[in-house]
């Protein structure tokens, strides 16, 4: 009796034994495997969803364009544009689409509102920068002249500056060309003799080794092939030093020596003390020069510095009774000679104004800041500080959709899209939650 | 004794249960395995597969902006990959529809391997792929008979497709291949469409007749300083016949007469060279252009030799040649397109003409007023003076 008790009990216990074993076999391997592949399914639906849905958007085309919204988005991000026109249909309706705003409206449509965030960097594209200076050659602009031999070094160093800083892989390439076109019709024989013996104002004021480098050049304005309309005067030869505006235009038809590259970041820099003509009393020609500058400028997307170089206002702050020992020389009926006249000083404020009104038809708002200078020193200074300022210009990040909640779960998908300048792409950052 | 057996016997049948058990246990954990295995396969594959078409959607995109970056380039240059003398000299040198394509498609083919090359560069590009260089690129126009039409609405669009003849190879997650063959639709773009109606305008309508004839009345002399007027007239008409009869209200013309010296033929007008040889495949990637002949008699400075102080009138004619140098140029502002430059632009299409004008059956003829006892003077009709050389 004993015996089959005990038999039984044993029996139990192995059975008990077998069954806790098997539980803990099935609960460990067999479910925490079907979990586990669950769970990676759950995940990657998740993912592959969230890419689908933005992949779907991408794809989509703009019935009015007949663009895929990635092309779109390219555009947009180049141009630092959301409202892009693409001109008019055949029935003469305009193709304008905001491109942004769609997109954050079909995102809203997919994945909820407030529930994505999405962030379109401008591409990091390597500065490169054709620079081209239009200088004033009147008598008053000696000094200033004077300063600018410095210019090839600086170019020289912009360069390797530049080189550093990007991760460029022809390090040979100079990345920075800059031009000097000298205005024609100046007689300036206020200046110290230059490097050959010349006292107006004209490109031997560079060292001979140094006027045509691979990065700088000095040019006189009558090199170049302006088209009729843009010599002053309407004349054959260009007779007016002082209208940089023409002279600017005439610089955007042409480009410089190596010609206008298309991936450029074009700048225009002015060197000037007058009005485009000059200061006298002629509004409808320094308007109809500065509104050449303006056309042809915007017509090569250039970005446009006017430096007011100094024209003695500080010597005569009330603009009467001012002497002729302001020491601003002018070269008048070929003899040489201290003026600062008061129509001189009064337009000291019409030129800033000028200019401004230059810088507002051409630049984006934050550069519409004239360069004033206190003194002839600070010309290569402000030519190398334009030139940096553009370099380091920040475009903003494009981003649209909520802030990222810190507290969730946060899906992202990173996706490259293209952009229209060659071979240039730039990514989209999406981030999702639920 | 038979109960004894009998309760021994229910714990081994237990057991044979629990062993069947465990059995069942593990064939099911084995089909879970996979399971597992065999989605993840399936979702291996599935991105390759998804990376693999997000790079050819991107090389589509590449290829669509390099299209509409060098159609604005080629018609800046009028056809070709660089100034295009439509008129050189005394020769008529309208680039052909093959010229145009065999210089428009290599520009965008050069274009098109720039986003290929940085596909493989820095860590932009997300996806590690191989995209070999495109060595074909191909323009498809809808056809001369659609875009001779006047109305553009039929050609406002192109094909364009390109090829390597190899295979992009995806690396991650899967090695994958795939053909690397693309296309794209370029729409809204008048290109083919201005280009075709100016190459069947020309037939019967060249420029350097008209501005020719319009200078010249075989017969008719021509007073000095009246060239210029001559050919901006002429020019004047060819633009408004372009805007009015040949293209369409969205076309603007414009002229520019950037280089012309009356009775100084001796002035060529070209720093470059406007002729270019007979389009050939092989030699148009780099069309060799051949110098122009210019002409080389100068007209030297008119010297007098008196013999008493009576005034005097002298009459002069000249039955030379001059240069005149002219672009045409025709912005269509119907569509607005992306380019290299930060904005859109129009469309521009321009017409270089470097064109010798004949005044042999035409010379022009003036009058000089001379008084030597003061050094003399010239009086030219109307009052004109005659122009200073340029530099």
């Known amino acids: 009796m004993m015996k089959g008790q005990t038999l039984e009990m044993l029996g139990f216990l192995i059975l008990s034994v077998a069954v806790i074993g098997i539980i803990i076999f099935m609960r460990t391997y067999l479910a925490g495997s079907y979990g586990k592949t669950l769970s990676s399914l759950t995940e990657r639906q998740e993912t592959e969803g969230m890419r689908s849905g933005l992949n779907t958007i991408l794809q989509t085309t703009d019935p009015k364009t007949g663009r895929k919204m990635e092309e779109l988005i390219g555009i947009g991000v180049y141009t630092e544009k959301s409202e892009l026109d693409f001109g008019r249909d055949s029935n003469g309706d305009q193709l304008k689409v905001n491109v942004f705003k769609d997109l954050e409206e079909r995102l809203d449509a997919i994945y909820g509102k407030g529930k994505w965030h999405l962030e379109l960097p401008y591409p990091d594209l390597p500065f490169y920068a054709q620079v081209v200076i239009v200088v004033d050659t009147s008598a008053s602009l000696c000094d200033d002249v004077e300063n600018m031999k410095r210019l090839p070094d600086i170019i020289n160093n912009l360069n390797e500056m530049i080189k550093q800083k990007y991760p460029i892989k022809d390090k040979d390439k100079d990345r920075i060309t800059a031009t000097v076109y000298m205005l024609s019709g100046g007689n300036a024989g206020c200046c110290e003799p230059d490097y050959d013996g010349q006292t107006y104002l004209g490109c031997s004021r560079f060292e001979a080794n140094k006027r045509e480098t691979n990065v700088f050049r000095c040019r006189s304005i009558n090199s170049l092939d302006c088209p009729r309309s843009l010599r002053p005067s309407d004349s054959l030869h260009w007779t007016n030093e002082e209208d940089w505006g023409r002279g600017l235009a005439c610089i955007a038809d042409n480009g410089p020596p190596e010609g206008w590259n298309g991936a450029s970041t074009k700048i225009g820099i002015i060197l000037s003390d007058e009005l485009s003509t000059g200061n006298e009393n002629q509004p409808e020609a320094q308007e109809a020069s500065l509104e050449s500058a303006i056309n042809y400028a915007n017509s090569i997307d250039m970005f446009v510095f006017p430096i007011k170089a100094d024209t003695g206002i500080a010597c005569c702050p009330s603009c009467s009774g001012c002497r002729s020992e302001c020491n601003i020389c002018v070269s008048y009926n070929g003899e040489q000679t201290s003026l600062f006249t008061e129509r001189t000083c009064a337009m000291d404020s019409e030129l800033i104004s000028h200019m401004e009104g230059l810088m507002a038809g051409v630049n984006p708002p934050e550069f519409r800041q004239v360069y004033e200078l206190e003194d002839s020193t600070e010309v290569t200074t402000a030519i190398s500080d334009i030139i940096k300022d553009v370099a380091e210009r920040e475009v903003p990040t494009v981003k649209l959709g909520a802030p990222i909640p810190q507290d969730r779960k946060v899906n992202t998908v990173t996706v490259t899209v293209p952009i229209p300048f060659i071979g240039g792409y730039t990514n989209l950052y999406l981030y999702q939650w639920q | ?391």
């Open chain 2, 1 to 391: 004794m038979k109960k004894g057996v009998s309760f021994s016997v229910i714990p081994i049948i237990a057991l044979l249960g629990v062993l069947a058990l465990s059995i069942w246990a593990g064939y099911q954990l084995s089909i879970g395995s996979s399971y597992n295995k065999r989605y993840g396969d399936v979702f291996s594959e599935d991105p390759s597969v998804f990376k693999m078409e997000t790079v050819k959607k991107i090389l589509e995109d590449g290829l669509k902006f390099s299209a509409q970056d060098a159609s604005l380039e080629i018609a800046a240059n009028g056809g070709t990959g660089s100034t295009t003398f439509w008129y050189c000299a005394y020769e008529d040198k309208i680039p052909t529809p093959e010229e145009v394509k065999y210089h428009f498609s290599n520009l965008i083919k050069t274009s098109l391997n720039a986003y290929a090359k940085n596909s493989n560069a820095g860590d932009l590009f997300e996806i590690n792929v191989d995209i070999p260089e495109y060595t074909c690129t191909g323009v498809y126009d809808n056809g001369e008979s659609k875009c001779s039409s006047r109305d553009s609405s039929e050609c406002e669009d192109f094909w364009v497709t390109a090829t390597g003849n190899s295979q992009i190879i995806l690396k991650e997650p899967n090695v994958l291949k795939e053909d690397d063959s693309i296309s794209a639709i370029i729409p809204q773009n008048r290109f083919w469409w201005i280009y075709y109606r100016l190459y069947d305008d020309y037939n019967g309508n060249s420029v350097h007749e008209q501005i020719q004839n319009s200078v010249c009345v075989p017969g008719e002399s021509i007073n000095r300083g009246e060239v210029r007027g001559r050919i901006e007239s002429a020019l004047n008409e060819v633009c408004r016949r372009y805007e009015n009869s040949v293209l369409d209200g969205y076309v603007d013309c414009s002229y520019e007469i950037d280089c012309f010296f009356e009775m100084d033929g001796s002035r060529n007008c070209l720093n470059t060279l406007c002729s270019r040889e007979p389009f050939n495949e092989e030699l148009c990637d780099s069309p060799e252009v051949v110098r122009v002949a210019g002409k080389t008699n100068d007209n030297d400075v008119e010297k007098v030799f008196f013999q008493d102080c009576t005034p005097y009138r002298e009459d002069h004619s000249y039955s030379d040649t001059d240069w005149l140098r002219f672009r045409i140029v025709l912005k269509d502002s119907k569509y607005n397109i992306p380019s290299m430059s930060k904005d859109l632009k129009n469309l521009v299409w321009k017409i270089q003409g470097a064109i010798i004008i004949d005044y042999n059956q035409c010379p022009i003829e003036w009058t000089v007023n001379i008084d030597p006892c003061s050094g003399g003077s010239n009086e030219l009709p109307g009052g004109v003076t005659p122009e200073p050389p340029p530099y």
